[in-house]
């Protein structure tokens, strides 16, 4: 049966997360995933998790196995608050809206402001989950580059200048994926004065925040607006489990309200089994000392992967971006027409990484660029991929 027919113009030219196809044929144990984004499983807390989980079902079943708020259990709130306030984020008088994963804050945020027509600017590239989520409420994506140390500040002023009634910019200030950049506070509070100027909004996504292990904080972009036009998504899929699907959303109340009954109409509410997990798990554990861990470890995964580039990349061949945090680096071959060309002789050698034109405004556009994740795979298997794609970008 042909099924286009019936298909709403907003979904015929959508075309899935390629990172996601990419899983489906990464199902060969051999592949070396440098692809995906996935926190370092080999330190959930799957012991204390559980026996958190089985007291919640023993002791309350009642409430873990029943309907919840939309905006989440108020315990749950006082979590996201905590780990807002570390970085500013939470203004007082500012509300919150506990989300199934950052993913939904971002998609029902731009489900509450974006028309057919309007004007969005994101960097370039950026996240293709949130990508997908503007394409989806069929708005025109307005990219400005990002370079070394983030989005060109002087380029936003220009899309700004340029496009009228623009309504929101999109940014990952810190850690963004898929460049690994940070902007600078000078940046952020260019963008800030630009947000004031032209009269947009600011959706601030910061789901790495906490992982840097080199370098110096920067402040939030919600830490210096004045303005209430902020909205800051954080997630906990980077610091505690992404499978556990906790995220939120902090900023002004009468903003948050509609987004709030968008979410009623979504999935009315995000599980509270997990909820009370995780306000357990930080009451009974310290949380920071779980990140620590895994800062720690993903500072010594990047630098192993930074070695191993240095010893097994055919010299003056690719750039790359240096990380202070996160879980991304972004490589550049300035040499190549077309990087699918070695995408594909990695998979032949079963290493998978990620084309850089799954995370450009137009996905069709060819590029020379590819992201690589250090944070998933163990360091003898990320020297040993990158050995692969070094032997792999000879060949090309
Ligand atoms: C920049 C960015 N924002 C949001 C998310 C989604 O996070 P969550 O698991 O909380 O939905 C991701 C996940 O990879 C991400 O990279």
């Given at each position: 049966m042909d099924?286009t027919k019936?298909?709403?113009?907003?979904?015929?030219p959508?075309?899935?997360?390629?990172?996601?196809?990419?899983?489906?044929?990464?199902?060969?144990?051999?592949?070396?995933?440098?692809?995906g984004?996935?926190?370092?499983?080999e330190?959930?807390?799957?012991?204390?998790?559980?026996?958190?989980?089985?007291?919640?079902?023993?002791?309350?079943?009642?409430?873990?196995l029943?309907?919840g708020?939309?905006?989440?259990?108020?315990?749950?709130?006082?979590?996201?608050?905590?780990?807002?306030?570390?970085?500013?984020a939470?203004?007082e008088?500012?509300?919150?809206?506990?989300?199934?994963g950052a993913?939904?804050?971002?998609?029902?945020?731009?489900?509450?402001?974006?028309?057919?027509?309007?004007?969005?600017?994101?960097?370039?590239?950026?996240?293709?989950g949130?990508?997908?989520?503007?394409?989806?409420?069929?708005?025109?994506?307005?990219?400005?580059?990002?370079?070394?140390?983030?989005?060109?500040?002087?380029?936003?002023?220009?899309?700004?200048?340029?496009?009228?009634?623009?309504?929101?910019?999109?940014?990952?200030?810190?850690?963004?994926?898929?460049?690994?950049?940070?902007?600078?506070?000078s940046?952020?509070?260019?963008?800030?004065?630009?947000?004031?100027?032209?009269?947009?909004?600011?959706?601030?996504?910061?789901?790495?925040?906490?992982?840097?292990?080199?370098?110096?904080?920067v402040?939030?972009?919600?830490?210096?607006?004045?303005?209430?036009?902020?909205?800051?998504?954080?997630?906990?899929s980077?610091?505690?489990?992404?499978?556990m699907?906790?995220?939120y959303?902090?900023?002004?109340?009468?903003?948050?309200?509609?987004?709030?009954?968008?979410?009623?109409?979504?999935?009315?509410?995000?599980?509270?089994l997990?909820?009370?997990?995780?306000?357990e798990?930080?009451?009974?554990?310290?949380?920071d000392?779980?990140?620590?861990?895994?800062?720690e470890?993903?500072?010594?995964?990047?630098s192993?992967?930074?070695?191993?580039?240095?010893?097994?990349?055919?010299?003056?061949?690719?750039?790359?971006?240096?990380?202070?945090?996160?879980?991304?680096?972004?490589?550049?071959?300035?040499?190549v027409?077309?990087?699918?060309?070695l995408?594909?002789?990695?998979?032949?050698?079963?290493?998978?990484?990620?084309?850089?034109?799954?995370?450009?405004?137009?996905?069709?556009?060819?590029?020379?660029?590819?992201?690589?994740?250090?944070?998933?795979?163990?360091?003898?298997?990320?020297?040993e991929?990158?050995?692969?794609?070094?032997?792999?970008?000879?060949?090309?």
């Amino acid at each position: 049966m042909d099924y286009t027919k019936f298909y709403s113009d907003r979904v015929k030219p959508m075309k899935g997360s390629a990172i996601r196809e990419m899983f489906k044929r990464m199902a060969d144990p051999q592949i070396i995933s440098l692809a995906g984004g996935n926190p370092a499983s080999e330190l959930f807390p799957g012991e204390e998790l559980s026996k958190i989980s089985e007291k919640i079902l023993r002791e309350k079943p009642a409430q873990a196995l029943q309907y919840g708020t939309t905006d989440g259990l108020p315990a749950m709130k006082e979590c996201a608050i905590k780990r807002a306030k570390k970085v500013d984020a939470y203004t007082e008088g500012d509300s919150v809206i506990i989300m199934t994963g950052a993913n939904q804050g971002i998609d029902l945020t731009a489900k509450a402001l974006i028309n057919k027509g309007d004007k969005i600017i994101v960097e370039s590239p950026s996240f293709i989950g949130s990508l997908n989520a503007f394409r989806t409420y069929e708005c025109e994506l307005v990219g400005v580059e990002v370079e070394a140390d983030g989005m060109n500040i002087e380029a936003l002023e220009k899309a700004l200048a340029e496009n009228d009634g623009v309504k929101m910019i999109y940014t990952i200030p810190t850690f963004q994926n898929p460049t690994g950049t940070t902007m600078p506070l000078s940046k952020r509070q260019k963008l800030i004065e630009l947000a004031n100027k032209y009269d947009v909004l600011v959706l601030e996504d910061n789901p790495y925040g906490d992982l840097r292990f080199s370098g110096e904080e920067v402040p939030t972009l919600k830490s210096l607006d004045t303005e209430g036009r902020v909205i800051y998504a954080g997630s906990f899929s980077k610091i505690l489990s992404p499978g556990m699907r906790l995220g939120y959303i902090i900023g002004a109340e009468e903003l948050l309200t509609k987004i709030e009954i968008l979410k009623q109409v979504n999935d009315v509410h995000t599980p509270v089994l997990t909820q009370m997990m995780c306000v357990e798990f930080m009451e009974k554990y310290d949380i920071d000392e779980y990140i620590e861990k895994n800062r720690e470890l993903y500072g010594r995964k990047c630098s192993a992967m930074l070695e191993a580039m240095d010893e097994y990349f055919p010299k003056g061949k690719v750039k790359w971006t240096v990380p202070e945090g996160g879980i991304f680096m972004w490589c550049e071959c300035p040499d190549v027409s077309d990087i699918s060309v070695l995408v594909d002789k990695a998979l032949e050698k079963k290493v998978a990484i990620v084309p850089g034109s799954n995370f450009a405004i137009d996905i069709n556009e060819p590029s020379n660029k590819f992201r690589l994740n250090y944070s998933s795979a163990t360091i003898e298997k990320i020297t040993e991929g990158i050995k692969r794609l070094g032997e792999a970008l000879e060949e090309i």
